[in-house]
């Protein structure tokens, strides 16, 4: 079979060459890097969107090209997997330039398998996803059973749960039955038992619906997919307990020495990496460390024939446990080797659990809480096991989270802690048996005897199969060859980088640490003039950013080769400067013997950008041909990304007067606030003073017309009692009844109480007033003071004695202070808030403490005024005896929306309101001085004209 894939490949290729398509026979590490960089140059800016909206190829050349390339990519994969990536990257140019087809559908989505291989699976996912949208712009059964099929086994499994990636699976499988091709029937059911064998769904299901598709595909002769399909029944009827052989699949149709040997010898190494994962994990199930090693290590053998599949993170976990469970039996040189394995392994896993982790974080914990009992962090141990068991039991691994339990039990049991062994042991044993996995069950027992009781009263107990678990799977990818190159990694840091001076000393050291240079710099070209703009060297491997210097006041670079390349706008290698006319003429060369030069042009659009410069003193021919062409392709992606920079410079520079247009917006939108807040304020209690006033005043002017009356009356009185010395007894009686002297004594004293209070009520309604005075467009001459009595007069309420405090004492210094020109109204507000604030801060202050303890310290209230030493401003200063603030809290007090107080109680806006209104709307200042536990004081800093 072997043999006639790579036959099928060929004879592809030669139909390619017919249309002047050609790709190398066996193509390099080298090969794959250069194309993948042109790819993502063609790509350039373009998103997502624009490649959806590119117009429809109408070149029928280029429609047959696109369809046979689409033609070998399945079978590329299996025999030559380097050259996948070569036809996959051919494919997204051809759309890019001439247009999307059906087959763009299969282009992108293996470009998104490829980018999720080197790590960008954001955006292979993207990929993905336009791959299915352009399915309904070119609806096609036949191509959607291609794409469905990469999409749920190298991209969807890597971001979304394995249950979603099913229902793709399905429909694949029935859009490949509907158009016969049975090859793409075979791989989706392939895809499709694999997940339900690993989601964690009852085994018993699972074997039943794997032996219904093995029909299918032994009567569809679908022999690949037949033996696969085999290999997930046999390992469910092993684990199930119904195989008499307990890690080996063996029967008398089935032999897997057999299968693998001849796997191997027809290079089908997809076959031998599906047998090897099902070996690896039986084995350490069964406690066959040793052999589940071995498994896994011929499985990596062959890992490039299945990368990016789910079978590749299944390989590492169980890798990773078998040597860690081995690693005990070990000597040194072992122990090392396989911590140095562990790592690795444990890096790919902690990278898939940052894009999925519901499906890889509690892998990954359970391999680091083995690693952690194997090198005697107990403490440690004991939080990732949980941590592991409560990841696999949220996500549906039933199987998974069994094996936690198991494991934590066995560590426990180590440790002498028998009853917290026994509880979790318990536990894992009665997740195999909602498994299903009887075999394991009854090993589980075997080991662990005070089981076999409980596996008697619950051997033949019926499995939930009600319960429906999900999960997904990320793994390696296609792209996992490129690990290995350098550039690679070389030109993601580039193009991740948009600041320009952090650009520039990334090049630099990058071109440093790989390209053998001892000296590089860096010419960019303004306004047709190069200026040196970083250099470094390979002392330290340190860039050095400059502020732009002319090129042509330089004596540090040779003029004439970088003069060469600025004029022909061409690369330049020199071997061996010192004798390669007319360069050895040049006098940096001659002085310092320059030895190997090369001088690459950065070129963006057709036009030149600037200047790479890389020397070494040292060696001849340093810059080999190879690196050189790397290092070509390096700084194509360098141009981009200088571009890149540079606009990203220009957007900050209109971000930042939009901060500043914002910042304005903002104080536009406090002044609306206040003058909204004042207005509001302002008429509202003008109108309540008014309604005050009318009736203050009708009661006010009749209380004196009635204290006039009144004396006439108890003149007349008295006149009468002096007339008549002996009034009847009726008389007499009535004015015993009625107290007649004491309310002709008190009466007056009555009205004048009520005159008192009445001239009060018009205090206060004068106070109001002045509080809230409208202020005119002009400032006008005003009393500070007054501002300040008003504010407290309307303050007195919260200023009084309550159950909690005894009265807030007001300290008034009020200095000889002239009239200010002001906006009192909003002076008033700054006054309010202040004063609001302090009673505030008494009362957080005085929370848990004694009424005895305030009173023998009461709170105190200080205002002082005074004129400002330089006679320009008055000074008021109003200072409290309360808690103070920390200095976190202060520096952040005139912060906009920024609040100490509950929610509810505070909008963050007061004092920033206030200190707007003091230092913009007045020119004046407002600080704030505070102590913490020893009180706080602000200053208010007014100009008197």
């Not at 079979?1 to 066996?26: D, H, R, W």
């Not at 076959?271 to 052999?291: D, R, T």
């Not at 948009?498 to 010419?523: F, G, H, P, R």
């Not at 003058?675 to 109108?687: D, T, Y």
Request: proline share 3%.
């Amino acid at each position: 079979m072997g043999c006639s894939l790579s036959e099928a490949v060929n004879t592809g290729l030669e139909v390619l060459k017919l249309l002047g398509i050609y790709f190398p026979q066996n193509p390099k590490l080298l090969n794959i890097l250069v194309e993948l960089i042109n790819t993502k140059l063609r790509l350039g800016l373009k998103g997502i969107e624009d490649l959806a909206n590119l117009p429809e190829m109408t070149d029928s050349k280029k429609q047959a090209t696109m369809r046979i390339l689409s033609g070998i990519l399945g079978t590329a994969m299996a025999v030559k997997p380097r050259l996948l990536p070569l036809l996959v990257f051919m494919m997204v140019k051809l759309s890019i330039k001439y247009g999307n087809s059906p087959y763009a559908s299969v282009a992108y989505v293996f470009y998104g398998a490829i980018l999720c291989g080197i790590g960008d699976i954001s955006l292979g996912y993207q990929f993905g996803q336009l791959a299915i949208r352009l399915l309904d712009r070119f609806p096609s059964d036949s191509i959607k059973s291609r794409v469905y099929l990469i999409l749920t086994c190298s991209i969807q499994h890597r971001k979304v749960d394995i249950k979603l990636a099913l229902s793709y699976m399905m429909e694949g499988f029935k859009a490949a039955i509907e158009t016969g091709d049975l090859p793409y029937v075979g791989y989706s059911v392939n895809g499709y038992c694999t997940y339900k064998l690993w989601m964690g769904e009852p085994l018993e299901l699972v074997e039943e619906e794997i032996s219904k598709y093995l029909k299918l595909m032994q009567k569809l002769k679908q022999e690949g997919s037949s033996q696969c399909i085999s290999i997930l029944r046999y390992t469910a009827i092993i684990l199930r307990g119904q195989s008499v052989e307990s890690c080996n699949l063996v029967d008398k149709k089935f032999n897997e020495d057999q299968i693998v040997t001849a796997a191997i010898e027809t290079k089908n190494f997809f076959l031998v990496c599906f047998i090897c994962n099902a070996k690896s994990m039986i084995n350490f199930f069964f406690g066959n460390y040793a052999q589940a090693s071995e498994n896994s290590r011929l499985f990596e053998k062959y890992e490039e024939s299945v990368s990016g599949f789910y079978l590749v993170s299944l390989n590492n976990f169980y890798y990773s446990l078998s040597l860690l469970a081995l690693y005990s039996q070990s000597d040194k040189e072992g122990q090392k080797q396989y911590l140095n394995k562990l790592v690795q392994n444990q890096n790919k896993m902690k990278k898939w659990a940052v894009d999925a982790p519901m499906n890889y974080q509690h892998k990954y914990d359970l391999v680091a809480a083995e690693k952690a009992r194997v090198l005697g962090y107990d403490t440690q141990a004991m939080d990732l096991y949980d941590r592991a068991i409560a990841g696999a039991a949220k996500n549906g691994y039933i199987q998974e989270e069994a094996l936690a339990y198991e494991l934590a039990g066995e560590f426990y049991q180590f440790l002498g802690k028998q009853i917290i062994s026994q509880a979790y042991l318990t536990k894992a044993y009665y997740g195999y048996i909602r498994w299903g996995a009887l075999a394991k069950v009854k090993h589980l027992e075997s080991r662990h005897p005070f089981l076999v009781a409980q596996t008697r009263a619950t051997e033949t107990r019926p499995i939930d199969v009600t319960r429906t678990n999900t999960g997904s799977t990320t793994s390696n990818s296609l792209g996992d060859f490129l690990d290995v190159a350098t550039f690679i990694k070389s030109s993601q840091a580039i193009n991740s980088e948009i600041v320009l001076d952090n650009l520039l000393t990334k090049l630099i050291t990058i071109i440093l640490e790989n390209a053998a240079a001892q000296k590089v710099a860096l010419l960019l070209l303004k306004d047709n003039k190069l200026y040196i703009e970083a250099v470094g060297n390979s002392t330290d491997t340190q860039a050095t950013v400059l502020r732009s210097i002319p090129f042509e006041n330089s004596q540090d670079l040779p003029v004439s080769a970088i003069n060469y390349v600025f004029r022909t706008q061409k690369p330049l290698v020199l071997d061996d400067a010192t004798v390669t006319a007319p360069f050895n003429a040049d006098a940096y060369i001659r002085e310092f013997e320059i030895k190997s030069i090369l001088c690459l042009p950065v070129i963006y659009q057709s036009q030149l950008q600037g200047i790479i410069y890389l020397e070494n003193k040292l060696a001849a021919a340093a810059f080999t041909a190879d690196r050189v062409e790397v290092l070509k392709v390096l700084v194509s992606q360098v141009a981009i990304a200088i571009e890149n920079a540079r606009l990203y410079a220009r957007e900050q520079e209109k971000s930042q007067q939009l901060e500043k247009s914002f910042a304005e917006l903002q104080q536009a939108q406090l002044q609306l606030i206040q003058g909204e807040k004042m207005s509001s304020l302002g008429n509202l209690v003008a109108g309540v003073a008014h309604e005050i006033n009318n009736p203050v005043g009708f009661i006010s002017g009749n209380i004196t017309e009635a204290t006039a009356a009144v004396g006439d009356l108890i003149s007349h009185l008295r006149l009468y009692q002096e007339e008549v010395l002996d009034p009847s007894s009726k008389i007499a009686q009535d004015a015993e009844d009625i107290d007649l002297e004491y309310l002709i004594e008190d009466l007056p004293k009555m009205l004048g109480s009520m005159k008192v209070g009445c001239d009060r009520i018009r205090n206060i309604s004068t106070s109001l007033r002045t509080f809230s005075r409208g202020d005119t467009r002009q400032k006008v001459s005003a009393d500070i003071h007054e501002g300040i009595d008003s504010t407290l007069m309307i303050l007195q309420h919260r200023l009084k004695a309550n159950p909690g405090r005894p009265l807030i004492q007001v300290v008034k210094e009020y200095g000889n202070i002239p009239k200010v020109k002001c906006y009192l109204g909003q002076l008033n507000q700054v006054f309010m808030n202040l004063l609001a604030n302090a009673i505030d801060c008494f009362d957080e202050f005085n929370r848990g403490r004694s009424y005895a303890s305030v009173e023998a310290v009461p709170n105190t209230i200080a205002i002082i005024t005074h004129v400002s030493p330089d006679n320009n401003s008055v000074v008021i200063r109003i200072k409290d005896n309360g808690g103070g603030m920390s200095p976190d809290v202060r520096a952040k007090i005139f912060d906009h929306l920024f609040t100490t107080k509950g929610v509810g109680k505070g909008t963050g806006l007061g004092l920033s309101i206030s200190r707007q209104i003091v230092e913009e709307t007045h020119g004046g200042k407002l600080t704030c001085e505070s102590v913490l536990g020893a009180g706080t004081e602000f200053a208010i800093e007014v100009p008197i004209d």
